[in-house]
């Protein structure tokens, strides 16, 4: 892999909001939602993206599609730099870069028919311009996301959650993108519900050889699915490495407490829960050196000092890299 320029590349990307109060609007203060990230997404991998509510996992999805624009950062597309694109030339990229929603009702006009949902990409992008071609390709669509065909004349309240989630995949299909953002697809849904549309993504990709960012809180669901794994908090990643190598052996304190927070079904087997003492900092006030040291057990006085770096720790028998961003990680 390392051999294979990255389809996706992002360097130092960095994200804030105004907090605004009174009357006037006036700018109090900015919350820093993604702080610097950096990270390379290669051809056909899946880039799982965990971490609390609130860490800057959403937000960084929309920064790579333009959906919202970055501070400061860049990202690297196939060799295109997506910020020095136009607004014209970055609608064009749109058709190879595209973005699946985590509510499925809410993503879709209520009043547009399936026809009308899945004709939308390809009449904006000039695809398919013939009628019979047009129709021909929402059949298509239809067939893959594993939807009954005389559908496409209904209106999404007469489908379940589960179905709307396959609309809004057939949507994103329909331009044959490369590269897909995930963002919690599948939080929405029922347990049963999740496991089908996890098959189906995964179905997606080995047939249309997509690219995936996927975000999720559900620990679980991410180690199914993903290629590697990065976790995110309070604005950076501070851990990312190959999935099984990350729940196997996690190196962060943080993520060694969110993977002892995932149930164990075997009663009979040893498992220790660790409790973070305290709350997450407040984004408003953020703490200095590393931003996890006031919940870390390991924690000490360079902690509160020193903001340590996202390094590879060159894990003894690993050739692929395992980075952690941990003064004591080893």
Sequence with gaps: MSMTPP????RNLSKSFQIQRGLLGRSV???QAVDGVSFDLFKGETLGLVGESGSGK???GRCLLRLMEADSGEVVFDGIHLSQLSAH??????KRMQIIFQDPYSSLNPRMTVKDILSEPLEIHGLYRERNLREKRIYELLDLCGLRRESIQKYPHEFSGGQRQR???????AVEPDFIVCDEPVSALDVSIQAQIINLLQDLQKDLGLTYLF??????????ISSRVAVMYFGKIVESADADELYRNP?????????SSIPVLDPDAKHTKIVLPGDPPSPLSPPMGCSFHKRC??????????????DDLKVQGRVKPHLAACHFAK
Excluded at 7 to 10: A, R
Excluded at 167 to 173: E, G, S
Aim: glycine share 0%.
């Design 29 to 31: 203060s900015r919350l």
């Design 167 to 173: 609309i809004c995949i057939a949507r994103a299909l």
């Design 7 to 10: 389809l996706l590349s992002v």
């Design 251 to 259: 190196k962060h304190p943080y993520t060694q407490a969110l993977l």
């Design 89 to 94: 030339e970055m609608r064009s990229m749109r």
């Design 215 to 224: 975000i999720a809180h559900d620990l679980k669901v991410v180690e199914h």
């Design 297 to 310: 057990i390991k924690a000490q006085a360079v902690c509160s000092e020193k903001r340590p770096n996202l």
């Design 58 to 60: 959403s937000t960084l």
